[in-house]
């Protein structure tokens, strides 16, 4: 039997306080006390070595953007940050395009890429959902923002156009950039019909 602290009487089991009036912690208490002491540690212990960690990651840029190294020492889980990195590498090496920043909305993170060729140049975007780590960065292909100035200003296809309209009755209108595959394809409208630009050989077909 226990014995209480104050008076040194049995404590019959059972019973929290003794006749003297001391209230007696029972056994369970205590277990339950060195368990949530034990979580305490726990948990501290843990918050330690994940501050470790951050502090370690502060000091390496294992990534080649800046954005990914920013998220690395903020603490984000690295299947994120590779599967971004591939993704990003894939589509420079696919469109000959060069990473041109990103931007946030909800869950996903936006990436903008600069495609530069003679004859224009192009914006092509692609996401990543960061709500499931297993995703793949994914091509927008039905948004393509381009610039037409080079070719706009160009004489070979300033006479083209021309020529066209006289050919077809038709006047030009405008460029657009299509995402066919692996490839960039520059179209060409007039009011009533609309042109493939070979712009290797400035041929419209």
């Known amino acids: ?14 019973n929290h306080s003794c006749s003297c009036g001391t209230t007696i912690g029972s056994r369970d208490d205590e277990y339950l006390e060195e368990m949530k002491e034990m979580e305490r540690l726990k948990h501290q212990y843990f918050l ?8 370690q990651r502060k000091k390496e840029n294992p990534y080649k953007q800046d954005f990914l190294n920013d998220l690395y020492h903020e603490g984000a889980k690295e299947i994120y940050l590779e599967r971004m990195e591939e993704g990003i590498s894939e589509i420079e090496e696919k469109f000959s395009a060069k990473f041109n920043g990103i931007y946030f909305h909800n869950s996903a993170i936006f990436f903008k890429f600069l495609v ?23 091509l927008i292909t039905d948004i393509v923002t381009p610039y037409f100035d080079k070719l706009y200003s160009n004489q070979d296809f300033r006479n083209l156009v021309k020529m066209t309209e006289s050919k077809i009755n038709a006047k030009f ?33």
């Open 1 to 14: 039997m226990p014995t209480c602290p104050n008076c040194g009487s049995y404590v019959p089991l059972g």
């Open 48 to 55: 330690e070595e994940q501050r470790k960690e951050l502090m």
């Open 116 to 138: 530069e060729t003679e004859y224009y140049d192009a914006i092509i975007r692609a996401y990543y959902d960061i709500s499931y780590a297993y995703n793949y960065v994914e």
């Open 173 to 205: 209108r405008y460029c657009e950039i299509v995402i066919l595959g692996n490839e960039l394809v520059v179209y060409a409208y007039f009011e009533n019909r609309r042109f493939f630009l070979d712009v290797d050989n400035m041929v419209l077909s």
